[in-house]
């Protein structure tokens, strides 16, 4: 079956550029994250969806960064005006809302490799 | 979040049985211990989820003590594909969850099998 796609898988860009990063999650999927690993590090949290809303933003380094989702479905990561620090692979998970108890495990995506020259 | 201690690297051969143990001391009631596999160039892969005891799947195992403050994830009969990284983590992964069901990612271990 379809897992969650990301793209593009790659994406190098000029500092100062703006960004996009596109995430389709699995179908009836309500929870979406999005999550950035730099190299030879763990995966840090960006930012969460239940729907629509994200009820956690915690995680997002800078203002210049921002998310959305629509339709409950597609979500995209925006990076403004990017920075050489912001290279990383950016992935993107998602599972389903089934209340408390079920416990359903994140299902990821391969990630965009972003390089900011 | 409860933070995860796990050896940073193993080595292994082929056809062998390996354990890698996770230690999580402030493990909190609510919490879940979830494994993830990852290889190169992908985003991580759900292995197995326990809360005590014993649980097994088609891949791999996994033990948890009656205190709950350490893990071991046990991988049967290891072949060269299994290399890759392994991350423990412990938290309230439901995304109805207190925390969201965010995860926290440590340093993972590095699993190498050889020929």
């Known amino acids: 079956g379809a897992g969650v796609s990301q793209s593009p898988s790659n994406k190098v860009t000029e500092k100062g550029k703006d960004v996009e990063l596109r995430c389709d999650p699995i179908s009836g999927h309500t929870a979406l994250y999005w999550y950035r690993q730099s190299l030879g590090q763990g995966l840090e949290f960006l930012i969460y969806f239940q729907g629509n809303s994200a009820p956690d933003k915690s995680g997002l380094p800078s203002d210049r960064f921002s998310a959305e989702r629509t339709g409950g479905s597609v979500s995209t990561l925006t990076i403004q005006r990017t920075q050489q620090e912001d290279s990383a692979v950016y992935l993107c998970?998602?599972?389903?809302?089934?209340?408390?108890?079920?416990?359903?495990?994140?299902?990821f995506g391969d990630g965009t490799r972003l390089s900011i020259l | 979040l409860a933070k995860t201690t796990q050896p940073i690297s193993m080595d292994s051969y082929e056809g062998q049985e390996v354990n890698i143990t996770c230690s999580h001391n402030?493990?909190?009631?609510?919490?879940?211990i979830t494994w993830y596999q990852q290889f190169p160039s992908q985003g991580p892969r759900f292995i197995i989820q326990g809360y005590k005891t014993k649980v097994t799947n088609e891949v791999a195992s996994l033990f948890i003590p009656a205190d709950r403050k350490s893990s071991t994830l046990s991988l049967p009969r290891v072949s060269l594909s299994d290399t890759a990284v392994y991350y423990c983590?412990?938290?309230?992964?439901?995304?109805?969850?207190?925390?969201?069901?965010?995860?926290?990612f440590g340093q993972g271990t590095i699993l190498t099998v050889h020929p």
């Open positions: 402030n493990i909190a009631t609510n919490d879940y």
């Open positions: 983590l412990v938290g309230d992964v439901e995304a109805g969850g207190t925390s969201y069901g965010k995860l926290t």
């Open positions: 998970a998602s599972s389903p809302r089934t209340g408390k108890g079920s416990n359903q495990p994140q299902h």
